[in-house]
């Protein structure tokens, strides 16, 4: 099967990995200007600091080309937990950002830091000191010259090596109670995945070994095999592990998970180090783009990587901007959704394919759809109570979305909202009942029902045996759009 997945999730909790609740109040952690105006005026349910609100859901196996079919809608993976924010009602908004060596714009920084390091590993000056700073040359021609400092990709395995430098790194860096980072954990969080085996741990040393040859060469495929799936790449200097890069690569992009590296070593800048050469490996392997997971404006830890340029998601309409060009027209820690037309008040259909565009003409029509007063929610609950009297399903006409953003203390799941950036809207989804569409939309889906039976069966949305799961498929389809199950085979498991 290409996909197994959970049921989709929506969580709202407390506690944000980001932000931990300590923004300059809570009218700065607001998507859009109404609610920070509601929150002054004490209007409920807006009167309080917001959540933190997820769209998730567990993964048991996943493809890489649907994987990075999904982190185009904005998704992460955690293990093999998927999630991404609800912009729309979180305490921060999370933007999906991606770049390559043509959209990064080498600054005085980048060089001081890869000739720092070049000085440290060959005990010498880069060699390109009288010439046009390349980074590309610069990197390679000083590993591949030096047999101080290496690195190995390799199968994302656990190791004590890797555990401890984890555990330093975590509890120094991040300040993390030493009690409370533990081998479990870290399997969980850097070496599990929702890869199929055959993408990473059952390949031949002579895959990993060919692979080890990107620096002299470029490696579109190995020996007739896309080069695919999750790695780590250890980084050693006088053979003792520095740092480790967790690393997915996908059928067009290499996706950066974690890096790790040893506070010894701060000097040497690796964090940055490493984003310059994953741009760098990505070139080398015929990717198209380096995503370096997801870019906060008013987040300081996540505010750096607009050092390394390239572009940010709009989920609205599936468009990638250039993040120097979005900041001219709007404010990235708000929420964004850009049109032409500055009188849009609705959800616009989200397309089926992802795109990058200028940003000249757009405007920032977000708080004309989500704000208080936006044109999105009253047309949902209309179309939900469409829904609930044509596909049977009372939970669409029951659901009233103020209840997701009163002030919760313990983590609480919710149906998906009715309105959220990103998710295909409900008018949409009643557009495809109507004409017919949506019944053509899942012909390779598979349920497993392990409430009622270890035995699977075919998913047919017009049969009323299927009438138990067509909500938990309305809204995966509402999560990654119909392309998702043109051609896939995917198992829901309940």
């Known amino acids: 099967m290409d996909l197994v997945i959970g049921e989709p999730l929506y969580i709202v909790g407390r506690d944000c990995g980001y932000c931990h609740g300590k923004k300059d109040g809570p009218r700065r952690s607001y998507s859009l200007q109404s609610y920070e105006e509601a929150y002054r005026a004490r209007t409920e349910p807006f009167d309080e600091y917001p959540n933190s609100s997820t769209i998730c859901c567990h993964v048991y196996s996943c493809t890489p080309e649907i994987y990075e079919l999904m982190m185009n809608r904005g998704f992460r993976r955690s293990g093999s937990f998927l999630y991404r924010p609800d912009l729309l009602r979180s305490c921060c908004r999370l933007y999906t950002i991606r770049s390559n060596t043509n959209l990064l714009k080498v600054s005085k920084e980048h060089r001081h830091n890869v000739n720092r390091f070049v000085r440290f590993i060959t005990g010498n000056e880069s060699n ?11 990197l390679l021609s000083a590993e591949t010259r030096t047999s101080s400092f290496r690195t190995e990709i390799a199968p994302a395995n656990f190791s004590p090596e890797k555990y401890a430098l984890y555990k330093k790194y975590q509890t120094t860096i991040h300040n993390d109670d030493p009690n409370e980072v533990s081998e479990k954990g870290f399997k969980r969080f850097l070496c599990q995945s929702f890869f199929p085996e055959q993408y990473s741990g059952s390949r031949s040393p002579e895959y990993w070994r060919k692979l080890n040859r ?26 003792k592990l520095v740092a480790l890069g967790i690393l997915d690569i996908l059928p067009n992009s290499v996706s950066s998970v974690y890096f790790i590296w040893d506070p010894d070593y701060a000097h040497l800048g690796l964090g940055t180090l490493s984003a310059l050469r994953e741009l760098v490996l990505t070139e080398q392997l015929g990717k198209e783009y380096y995503y370096l997971g997801y870019y906060a404006d008013d987040c300081h830890k996540m505010k750096y990587k607009a050092k390394f340029g390239g572009e940010i998601l709009d989920l609205t309409a599936l468009t990638f901007y250039r993040l120097n060009e979005l900041k001219k027209v709007t404010d990235c820690s708000g929420l964004i959704a850009l049109s ?22 757009m405007i920032n029509v977000a708080e004309n759809i989500y704000g208080v007063q936006g044109g999105s929610f009253s047309a949902s609950r209309k179309v939900a109570q469409e829904i609930s009297g044509t596909l049977g399903l009372s939970e669409f006409g029951d659901q009233n979305d103020e209840k997701l953003w009163r002030r919760v203390e313990e983590s609480v799941v919710h149906a998906l909202p009715l309105v959220s950036p990103g998710l295909i809207p409900l008018w949409q989804i009643m557009d495809w009942v109507a004409n017919g569409a949506i019944h053509d939309i899942f012909p390779y889906c598979l349920v497993i029902d392990h409430t009622k039976s270890q035995h699977g069966q075919l998913f047919d949305f017009s049969n009323k045996k299927s009438a138990d799961f067509r909500k938990s498929f309305i809204d995966l389809l509402r999560m990654f759009g119909a392309e998702l199950f043109e051609n896939a085979k995917i198992v829901l498991l309940m």
């Open 214 to 239: 990107w620096r002299e060469l470029k490696i579109i495929d190995i020996d007739g095999e896309q080069v695919e799936g999750p790695v780590h790449e250890c980084y050693y200097i006088e053979d």
């Open 340 to 361: 032409e037309l500055e009188s849009t008040s609705t959800e616009p259909a989200v397309p089926s394919t992802i795109k990058s565009n200028p940003v000249s003409h």
């Open 128 to 138: 390109n000191k009288n010439r046009p700073f390349d980074l590309k040359s610069a």
